[in-house]
């Protein structure tokens, strides 16, 4: 069995110079203390943050600190003893919990302006990219002398895309890459007879794509999800760089009777939806706060909501539900904070 042995604690002395004379403080009285096991010295430092006098620290330590520090009398680390046996504790002035509070400030306010910043980018690229569309399906019609889709000889410019009956060709065309299918050229855009088929409305945007006029790459393809007019964006129609929404086109013709729970009485004739995917169908789901949509139609139009060339839905719509008024469908509710919108764009091609 180990034997138990002493050990004294030898405070640090202190000297300075004064007038060419040498002042030496005196070391304070030799203290002793029974012996302590490791494990309790350091059960004790670390536990109760005072000290007893059987955990202060070893006199060799208090020495050692002392000289490499110069004559500062606390040992190395925070929250441990000094030589003379006084518990020094690190903390935070109020000062510099102030300097953080005010940082941690300017952090979040800076986040959620930044969130600001990006969704007023997002918003103002949507009227950019009608625009866009629009000058589009202009350059196409000049130089190819027919609407985008509906284009009779697609097939003699970019081959045949498959070869399957309903992707028409006119010029007994191969199929070839790009590859696209003609339209019946009478000057307005058919929606397909089943899924997975070409069809004028969805070979517009390939053919817009394939003359080099607009980014991406399109199926020319109805969806799976249903007969018609399933738009997939990013596959058949375009993404919006404003959250998840896209674009869509399809020839609507005049709608003359009220109660359509999409449409107003209104001459449509080729339309751009702007929206998310609605589950089986075009892109006519909410993208937008009814703010967002009457500040669009404002820019655009006439910022009503069921006249001119910019309209959203009626109220009883569930694709956009609370998107007007309840009394009045001609006015945005623009006390609504929540996405409530979708907006249906006469083109008038």
């Known amino acids: 069995m180990r034997q138990s042995r002493s050990f004294t604690l030898i405070p640090c002395a202190e000297s300075s110079v004064t007038g060419g004379l040498v002042m030496v403080r005196l070391p304070r009285p030799r203290l002793s203390f029974p012996p302590l096991s490791a494990s309790l010295r350091v059960a004790g430092m ?15 330590s208090c020495a050692l600190s002392c000289r490499l520090h110069d004559g500062i009398r606390s040992c190395p680390s925070d929250q441990t003893p000094s030589c003379d046996g006084v518990t020094r504790m690190a903390g935070f ?12 400030g300017l952090l979040v306010g800076g986040i959620m302006s930044g969130q600001s910043l990006i969704r007023a980018a997002e918003l103002r690229s ?16 000049d130089k190819y002398l027919a609407l985008p889709g509906d284009m009779r000889n697609a097939t003699a410019f970019w081959g045949r895309q498959v070869s399957a009956a309903h992707c028409v060709t006119n010029s007994s065309a191969a199929v070839s890459a790009p590859g696209s299918c003609d339209g019946d050229g009478n000057g307005t855009l058919s929606d397909a007879t089943a899924i997975n088929l070409s069809s004028e409305s969805f070979q517009f945007w390939r053919q817009l794509q394939h003359a080099g006029l607009i980014e991406g790459t399109y199926t020319g393809m109805n969806g799976a999800a249903s007969a018609g007019f399933d738009g997939n964006i990013g596959i058949n129609v375009p993404r919006s760089k404003l959250g998840n929404a896209g674009w869509q086109t399809r020839y ?10 999409y449409y107003y009485v209104a001459n449509y004739g080729h339309v751009f939806y702007f929206g998310t995917e609605t589950p089986t169908a075009e892109t006519m789901f909410s993208a937008l706060k009814p703010e967002e949509a009457w500040s669009i139609d404002t820019k655009v139009d006439d910022g009503i909501a069921n006249s001119g060339k910019v309209l959203s839905q009626p109220h009883t719509t569930s694709y956009t539900p609370n998107c007007t008024s309840a009394a009045t469908s001609d ?15 006469i083109t008038g091609w």
Request: with cysteine; proline share 6%.
């Open 46 to 60: 670390t536990k109760n943050r005072g000290f007893s006098p059987s955990s202060r620290p070893h006199p060799e």
């Open 126 to 141: 949507v009227t950019r990219e009608l625009q866009g569309y629009q000058a589009a399906v202009g350059t196409f019609r």
């Open 252 to 261: 609507i013709g005049p709608i003359t009777a009220s109660g359509n729970l």
């Open 331 to 345: 006015n945005y509710n623009l006390t609504n904070t929540s996405i409530a919108c979708a907006l249906t764009i």
């Open 93 to 104: 002035s109020l000062i510099e919990l102030a300097i953080v509070l005010v940082i941690l």
